[in-house]
């Protein structure tokens, strides 16, 4: 690994830096919640134009078509966080299933959804998780019949983010029911408003209804909207799972946080001494920008790997454990910071920075379970990464 960077690449910093102070006034504000709004949009299609987001996605399929270069996709993240300009959109359909079509996609379905989900107007989201299948995915019993040119779907999905806004979900179906139960899956892409489709909201323990249910009843699905063959969605879906554990642990977003953190113990007081000059808290502060250092040199040997057509192995394996939990613990740091005002929530006048941090504390702590929970991912790290003996399996799978 090469972490100096060369007259080219300060070149390319320095363009950078003057597209970020031209486009200042451009910044959008990203929100939790909602569909991007216009700014956003616009915000996300600059990024693309100028090659800032979507930087290696070809260009038929609405992306930059720049050659992957690690120094480059490094210089952008510093750049953003120095300039504090908001990051390229990352949601399931961009992060997630984006680049599954691109490796297992066909030319067709590319061509279709690739370009507006990259420009964050179409929203997908993904349907796995069901009352009786979570960590045990393939367990799942959601079924699709055919008739000569559709699927018709019939079962439940829950846990399923952002369905009420989602336009399309990516979804795994039993379609052969006498298979072994990894074998008889597809990956089907799913239109939100079929009908037959209905979406509940369920709330989380933000307060907030960030997932839902989503029950299917004879939901006709063309054919043609599967994505690999038929039976064989399970490897497609740890496709799209591999890119999500990529995204959830984006050490871009701990790095994110940590700046954040540094400007509230500059502003925030005790007894009229800053809690930057604390030593206690200072000392908890480089710990965890320790770790998110750690992260970012993996991150770096991934994408190493991943311009070499390496998997990366057991690096890859502990990028969701590590970057989840720590950014739970910065947001406990920054609660912390914020004194008896952090264990405010949201409608009270005194609240700091809107309740971002507390908000953040609830919906964190979420995502450690989201996409395989921690428990699950060190049972893969022990098993596939390090070789450890298989904890026993059940019978039936
Ligand atoms: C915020 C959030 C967002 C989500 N979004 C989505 C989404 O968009 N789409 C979607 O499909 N799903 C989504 N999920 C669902 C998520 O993938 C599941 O919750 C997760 O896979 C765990 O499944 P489960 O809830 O059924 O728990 P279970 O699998 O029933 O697990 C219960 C407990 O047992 C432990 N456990 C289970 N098996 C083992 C084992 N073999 N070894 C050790 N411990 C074990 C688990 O770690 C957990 O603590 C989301 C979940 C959350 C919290």
């Known amino acids: 690994m090469n972490l100096s960077y060369d007259a080219e690449h300060e070149v390319f910093r320095t363009q950078l830096r003057a597209f970020l102070d031209a486009h200042r006034g451009q910044f959008a504000t990203t929100t939790a919640e909602g569909r991007p709004s216009p700014q956003m949009l616009a915000w996300q299609r600059l990024l693309i134009e100028n090659g800032y987001a979507a930087r290696t996605v070809p260009r038929a399929y609405g992306g930059f078509g720049a050659d992957p270069d690690i120094l480059c996709a490094q210089i952008i993240s510093e750049e953003l966080i120095r300039a ?102 597809s990956y089907l892409l ?82 009229g001494r800053r809690l930057i000059d604390n030593p206690l808290y200072r000392d908890r502060l480089m710990r965890l920008q320790a770790q998110a250092l750690a992260l970012r040199c993996n991150a770096m040997r991934l994408l190493t790997a991943a311009a070499a057509g390496e998997d990366g192995g057991l690096a890859r394996l502990v990028v969701k454990l590590e970057g989840c939990e720590l950014n739970h613990q910065l947001d406990g ?10 264990a405010l929530y949201e409608g009270s006048a005194h609240l700091r920075a809107g309740g971002r941090w507390q908000r953040s504390f609830m919906f964190d702590l979420g995502l450690i379970i989201g996409g395989g929970t921690a428990q699950i991912q060190k049972n893969i790290i022990a098993e596939r990464g390090l070789g450890l003996p298989r904890e026993p399996r059940s019978v039936r799978s």
């Not at 061509?111 to 979570?134: D, F, K, V």
């Not at 008739?147 to 009420?164: C, E, L, R, V, Y």
């Not at 940590?258 to 925030?268: A, P, Y």
């Not at 740091?333 to 952090?342: H, N, Q, R, T, W």
């Open 84 to 185: 504090g300009a908001p990051f390229p959109l990352a949601n399931q359909g961009i992060s997630m299933l984006v680049p599954t079509l691109l490796e297992l996609g066909r030319e067709d379905q590319k061509r279709a959804y690739i370009p507006p989900t990259l420009r964050g107007e179409m929203i997908w989201c993904q349907g796995y998780s069901e009352p009786g299948a979570g960590s045990d995915l393939a367990s799942l019993s959601t079924r699709a019949r055919e008739d000569a040119t559709h699927f018709i779907i019939n079962g439940q999905k829950i846990w399923t983010s952002t369905a009420h806004l989602a336009d399309m979900m990516f979804c795994l179906v039993r379609t052969e029911s006498d298979a072994p139960k990894h074998q008889g899956i």
């Open 333 to 342: 740091l920054a609660i912390d910071v914020l004194g008896e005002l952090g």
């Open 190 to 271: 799913i239109d939100m408003t079929s009908p037959g489709i209905e979406v509940r909201p369920l709330r989380t323990m933000t307060g907030h209804s960030e997932f839902n249910e989503v029950f299917f009843t004879d939901v006709r699905v063309p054919k043609s909207n599967i994505v690999g063959e038929r039976g064989q969605g399970w490897f497609v879906a740890n496709a799209t799972l591999k890119h999500e554990r990529g995204m959830l642990g984006d050490p871009n977003m701990a790095e994110a946080r940590i700046q954040s953190i540094i400007t509230l113990m500059r502003d925030e007081q005790v007894d």
